[in-house]
Nanobody
Protein backbone atom coordinates (compact mmCIF):
# COMPACT_ATOMS: atom_id res chain seq x y z
CA UNK A 1 0.00 0.00 0.00
CA UNK A 2 1.47 3.32 -1.04
CA UNK A 3 0.28 6.62 0.32
CA UNK A 4 0.05 9.23 -2.41
CA UNK A 5 0.35 12.90 -1.63
CA UNK A 6 -1.17 15.43 -4.01
CA UNK A 7 -1.59 19.16 -4.37
CA UNK A 8 1.94 20.28 -5.12
CA UNK A 9 2.91 22.83 -7.72
CA UNK A 10 4.82 26.00 -8.44
CA UNK A 11 4.22 28.92 -6.11
CA UNK A 12 5.90 32.25 -5.53
CA UNK A 13 7.66 33.03 -2.26
CA UNK A 14 5.11 34.03 0.33
CA UNK A 15 2.41 31.98 -1.33
CA UNK A 16 0.37 29.04 -0.07
CA UNK A 17 -0.44 25.49 -1.04
CA UNK A 18 -2.48 22.71 0.51
CA UNK A 19 -1.37 19.13 0.18
CA UNK A 20 -3.63 16.13 0.66
CA UNK A 21 -3.04 12.47 1.35
CA UNK A 22 -5.78 9.84 1.43
CA UNK A 23 -5.27 6.33 2.69
CA UNK A 24 -7.18 3.30 3.87
CA UNK A 25 -9.21 3.46 7.05
CA UNK A 26 -7.04 0.90 8.79
CA UNK A 27 -3.82 2.76 8.20
CA UNK A 28 -5.38 6.07 9.04
CA UNK A 29 -7.03 5.05 12.28
CA UNK A 30 -4.17 3.01 13.72
CA UNK A 31 -1.31 5.40 13.13
CA UNK A 32 0.03 8.81 13.67
CA UNK A 33 0.19 10.34 10.23
CA UNK A 34 3.12 12.47 9.17
CA UNK A 35 4.51 14.59 6.40
CA UNK A 36 8.07 14.34 5.17
CA UNK A 37 10.01 16.18 2.48
CA UNK A 38 13.12 15.68 0.42
CA UNK A 39 14.85 18.71 -1.01
CA UNK A 40 17.08 18.37 -4.08
CA UNK A 41 20.33 16.68 -3.15
CA UNK A 42 19.30 16.12 0.46
CA UNK A 43 17.90 13.32 2.56
CA UNK A 44 14.22 12.97 3.28
CA UNK A 45 13.29 14.58 6.59
CA UNK A 46 10.28 14.76 8.83
CA UNK A 47 8.09 17.87 8.65
CA UNK A 48 4.95 17.39 10.75
CA UNK A 49 2.89 14.80 12.62
CA UNK A 50 -0.74 14.51 13.62
CA UNK A 51 -2.15 11.81 15.86
CA UNK A 52 -5.63 10.36 15.91
CA UNK A 53 -6.77 12.93 18.42
CA UNK A 54 -5.57 15.83 16.33
CA UNK A 55 -2.48 16.64 18.35
CA UNK A 56 0.20 18.07 16.07
CA UNK A 57 3.93 18.50 16.12
CA UNK A 58 6.18 20.37 13.68
CA UNK A 59 9.79 20.70 12.75
CA UNK A 60 11.15 24.08 13.77
CA UNK A 61 11.74 25.04 10.14
CA UNK A 62 7.99 25.07 9.39
CA UNK A 63 6.49 25.89 12.79
CA UNK A 64 4.08 28.79 12.53
CA UNK A 65 3.81 28.50 8.74
CA UNK A 66 2.56 24.96 8.14
CA UNK A 67 -0.53 23.34 9.63
CA UNK A 68 -1.45 19.70 9.39
CA UNK A 69 -4.98 18.46 9.93
CA UNK A 70 -6.99 15.33 9.36
CA UNK A 71 -10.50 14.44 8.25
CA UNK A 72 -11.29 11.13 9.88
CA UNK A 73 -14.43 10.61 7.81
CA UNK A 74 -12.41 10.84 4.62
CA UNK A 75 -9.26 9.11 5.87
CA UNK A 76 -7.38 12.13 4.64
CA UNK A 77 -4.58 14.20 6.09
CA UNK A 78 -3.75 17.70 4.93
CA UNK A 79 -0.76 20.00 5.04
CA UNK A 80 -1.57 23.69 4.72
CA UNK A 81 1.59 25.55 3.81
CA UNK A 82 1.66 29.33 4.14
CA UNK A 83 4.40 31.90 3.77
CA UNK A 84 6.33 29.53 1.58
CA UNK A 85 10.05 30.07 1.12
CA UNK A 86 12.42 28.90 -1.61
CA UNK A 87 13.97 26.51 0.93
CA UNK A 88 10.61 24.74 1.19
CA UNK A 89 11.15 23.45 -2.33
CA UNK A 90 11.04 19.66 -2.09
CA UNK A 91 9.10 16.53 -2.85
CA UNK A 92 6.56 16.09 -0.07
CA UNK A 93 5.42 12.68 1.13
CA UNK A 94 2.94 11.38 3.62
CA UNK A 95 3.49 8.26 5.70
CA UNK A 96 2.87 7.13 9.21
CA UNK A 97 5.23 8.01 12.06
CA UNK A 98 7.51 6.18 12.32
CA UNK A 99 7.49 5.72 8.55
CA UNK A 100 6.91 2.38 6.89
CA UNK A 101 8.96 1.48 3.84
CA UNK A 102 5.82 -0.04 2.35
CA UNK A 103 3.91 3.24 2.44
CA UNK A 104 6.25 5.57 0.56
CA UNK A 105 4.54 6.87 -2.56
CA UNK A 106 5.81 9.10 -5.36
CA UNK A 107 5.28 12.25 -3.38
CA UNK A 108 4.21 15.61 -4.74
CA UNK A 109 6.64 18.28 -5.88
CA UNK A 110 6.45 21.74 -4.35
CA UNK A 111 8.54 24.40 -6.02
CA UNK A 112 8.81 27.83 -4.46
CA UNK A 113 10.30 30.27 -6.91
CA UNK A 114 9.72 33.68 -8.39
Amino acid sequence: VQLQASGGGLVQPGGSLRLSCTTSGTIFSLNRMAWYRQAPGKQRVWVATINSGGFTNYDDSVKGRFTTSRDNAKNTVYLQMNSLKPEDTAIYYCNRKPPSVDYWGQGTLVTVSS
